[in-house]
């Protein structure tokens, strides 16, 4: 919730405790923009070039500036499909006890407590290519953030929210259990019976276990047969599900 105050008065009325680590997107937002500018506009300067070179038939000098043109204005395509202009120059601050989000004319701070739940998305565009990680975190206010790569080493600043989140949403999950009440992750329905999608269930003797990889949640049972899945894109606190599955497992075989 944006107010007047300062990230560092807001993190200190709200208890968030010392800061351990900046995630700040505006260098990488500025070496896009700069890298956008020249790119594109060698590009708009390239093509009438090679259009009137390749009408007048001097096609040494029309084929090369049409291809440097393509090339420039491609790479301006690839800048933007990346997404550095998307987190409009924010700056995510990770607290001991929560976080701080500034920038943009924003200053907002979260609790651990103020984040509910976490979904996580990772998209490869070839076999050997970097993971694009994106995080979306819903918040107890009815908001959600969202972190990507924007943010230098966004992977470890989701890993993170997706342990506070964690360990906050378990206990209560098993309570619930224990109190004959189902618990929603997504797709995935959790209850005292064992672990549900669409009409198909896994009991706890025959849960084997909960695994996501490769961006799919995966719940297996011991004898190989039935299995339920769902993208992990679709499935909030996925790693909640794993935790609050292989405790409960444990319980029952005990």
Known sequence: MPTSQSAPDQASAHHLGDPVRAFDARPGRRRALAWLILLGLAGIVLVPAAAVYLAAGRLLLGVPAALLAVGYLGAVGWILSRGVLRGRGIVVTLHQGGLAVTGSGRSDVYLWDDLSAVTVSGVQR?????????????????????????????????????????????????????AGRAVRFGPFTVSPAGVGKEGQRVPWPALRDVVIANGVVTVRSADGVRELSALTGHTPNAVALAELCRRTRTAHRA
Do not use: K, S, Y
């Not at 975190?137 to 600043?157: H, I, N, Q, S």
């Not at 342990?163 to 309570?175: D, I, N, Q, S, Y």
């Open 126 to 178: 070839a076999r050997h290519a970097r993971t694009r990680w994106r995080f979306t975190v819903a918040t107890t206010r009815g908001g959600t953030l969202e972190f990507g790569d924007e943010l230098p080493d966004v992977r470890l600043l989701g890993e993170t929210v997706v342990a506070e989140v964690t360990a906050r949403v378990v206990p209560p999950g098993l309570a619930a259990l224990e």
